[in-house]
């Protein structure tokens, strides 16, 4: 009897077979976009020598996140840190394309020891203070992405930059992207006076739940936590 609705209606059998179709492989699709993610952010966060990450608890994306960067100077004072960074992370157009990975960092950010220059220098150089135009450090998958070399220009968001430094992370977000000063981030993506995180350095890890405790209770607002916690 099954068998022989099935093939009595066969357009609505065949629609059926679609649909259910159509379904798995979206399933399987997101499945594959999610650990990937996962995979990138991962690389990404773990790769940064920082022991805590403070963020915005409530912000699905790093990009999403917002904290005001004068909470930066007070944490450096906390005896537990040793370093402390703010990162900005967010979206910009380049060029012909609409979505382009931004993450802006002070230039003496010890997290810049992650973005491997393979070509030219960092922003500390003299090249890059004396470049015409903002320096950037461009990916190494962008610059081929966007046929771009040492000494090139790039607009981003409206704005040109130099091309100071090639670097590579293996990381598909980073290599994807582009690293500019803190301030030139902030500028072009509108969040003056705002960072996304901030990477936390201890001086001594046995330290961290009592940092952690300080935090939660002087910023009640914000959220720190691990480094693969967060990711």
Do not use: C
Request: hydrophobic share 40%; aromatic share 8%; charged share 25%.
């Amino acid at each position: 009897m099954v068998l022989k609705n099935l093939f009595r209606r066969k357009t609505r059998t065949l629609l059926t077979i679609i649909g259910i179709s159509v379904g798995v492989a979206a399933i399987v699709a997101l499945g594959t976009l999610s650990d990937g993610l996962y995979s990138g952010y991962s690389s990404m966060l773990t790769g940064t020598k920082a022991d805590l990450i403070l963020s915005q608890p409530d912000s699905y994306d790093i990009s999403m996140s917002s904290i005001d960067e004068e909470i930066g100077a007070e944490l450096a004072t906390m005896p537990e840190i040793e370093e402390i960074s703010g990162m900005l992370q967010g979206w910009a157009q380049a060029e012909n394309e609409p979505f382009f990975f931004v993450f802006g960092h002070p230039e003496d950010s010890f997290i810049l020891e992650r973005f491997q220059v393979v070509e030219g220098t960092g922003f500390d150089s003299r090249e890059a203070k004396t470049a015409r135009g903002k320096p950037v450090l461009l990916g190494s998958a962008a610059a081929e992405a966007f046929n771009k070399r040492l000494g090139d220009s790039i607009q981003i968001s409206g704005s040109t930059f130099r091309i100071v430094g090639l670097y590579q992370t293996g990381d598909v977000f980073e290599d994807a992207g582009a690293v500019l000063r803190l301030g030139d981030a902030q500028n072009l993506i509108g969040k003056q006076r705002l960072v996304s995180v901030f990477y936390i350095k201890l001086k001594d890890s046995a330290d961290q739940e009592r940092l952690i405790s300080r935090i939660d209770r002087r910023w009640t607002d914000l959220s720190v936590s691990g480094i693969e916690e967060f990711s």
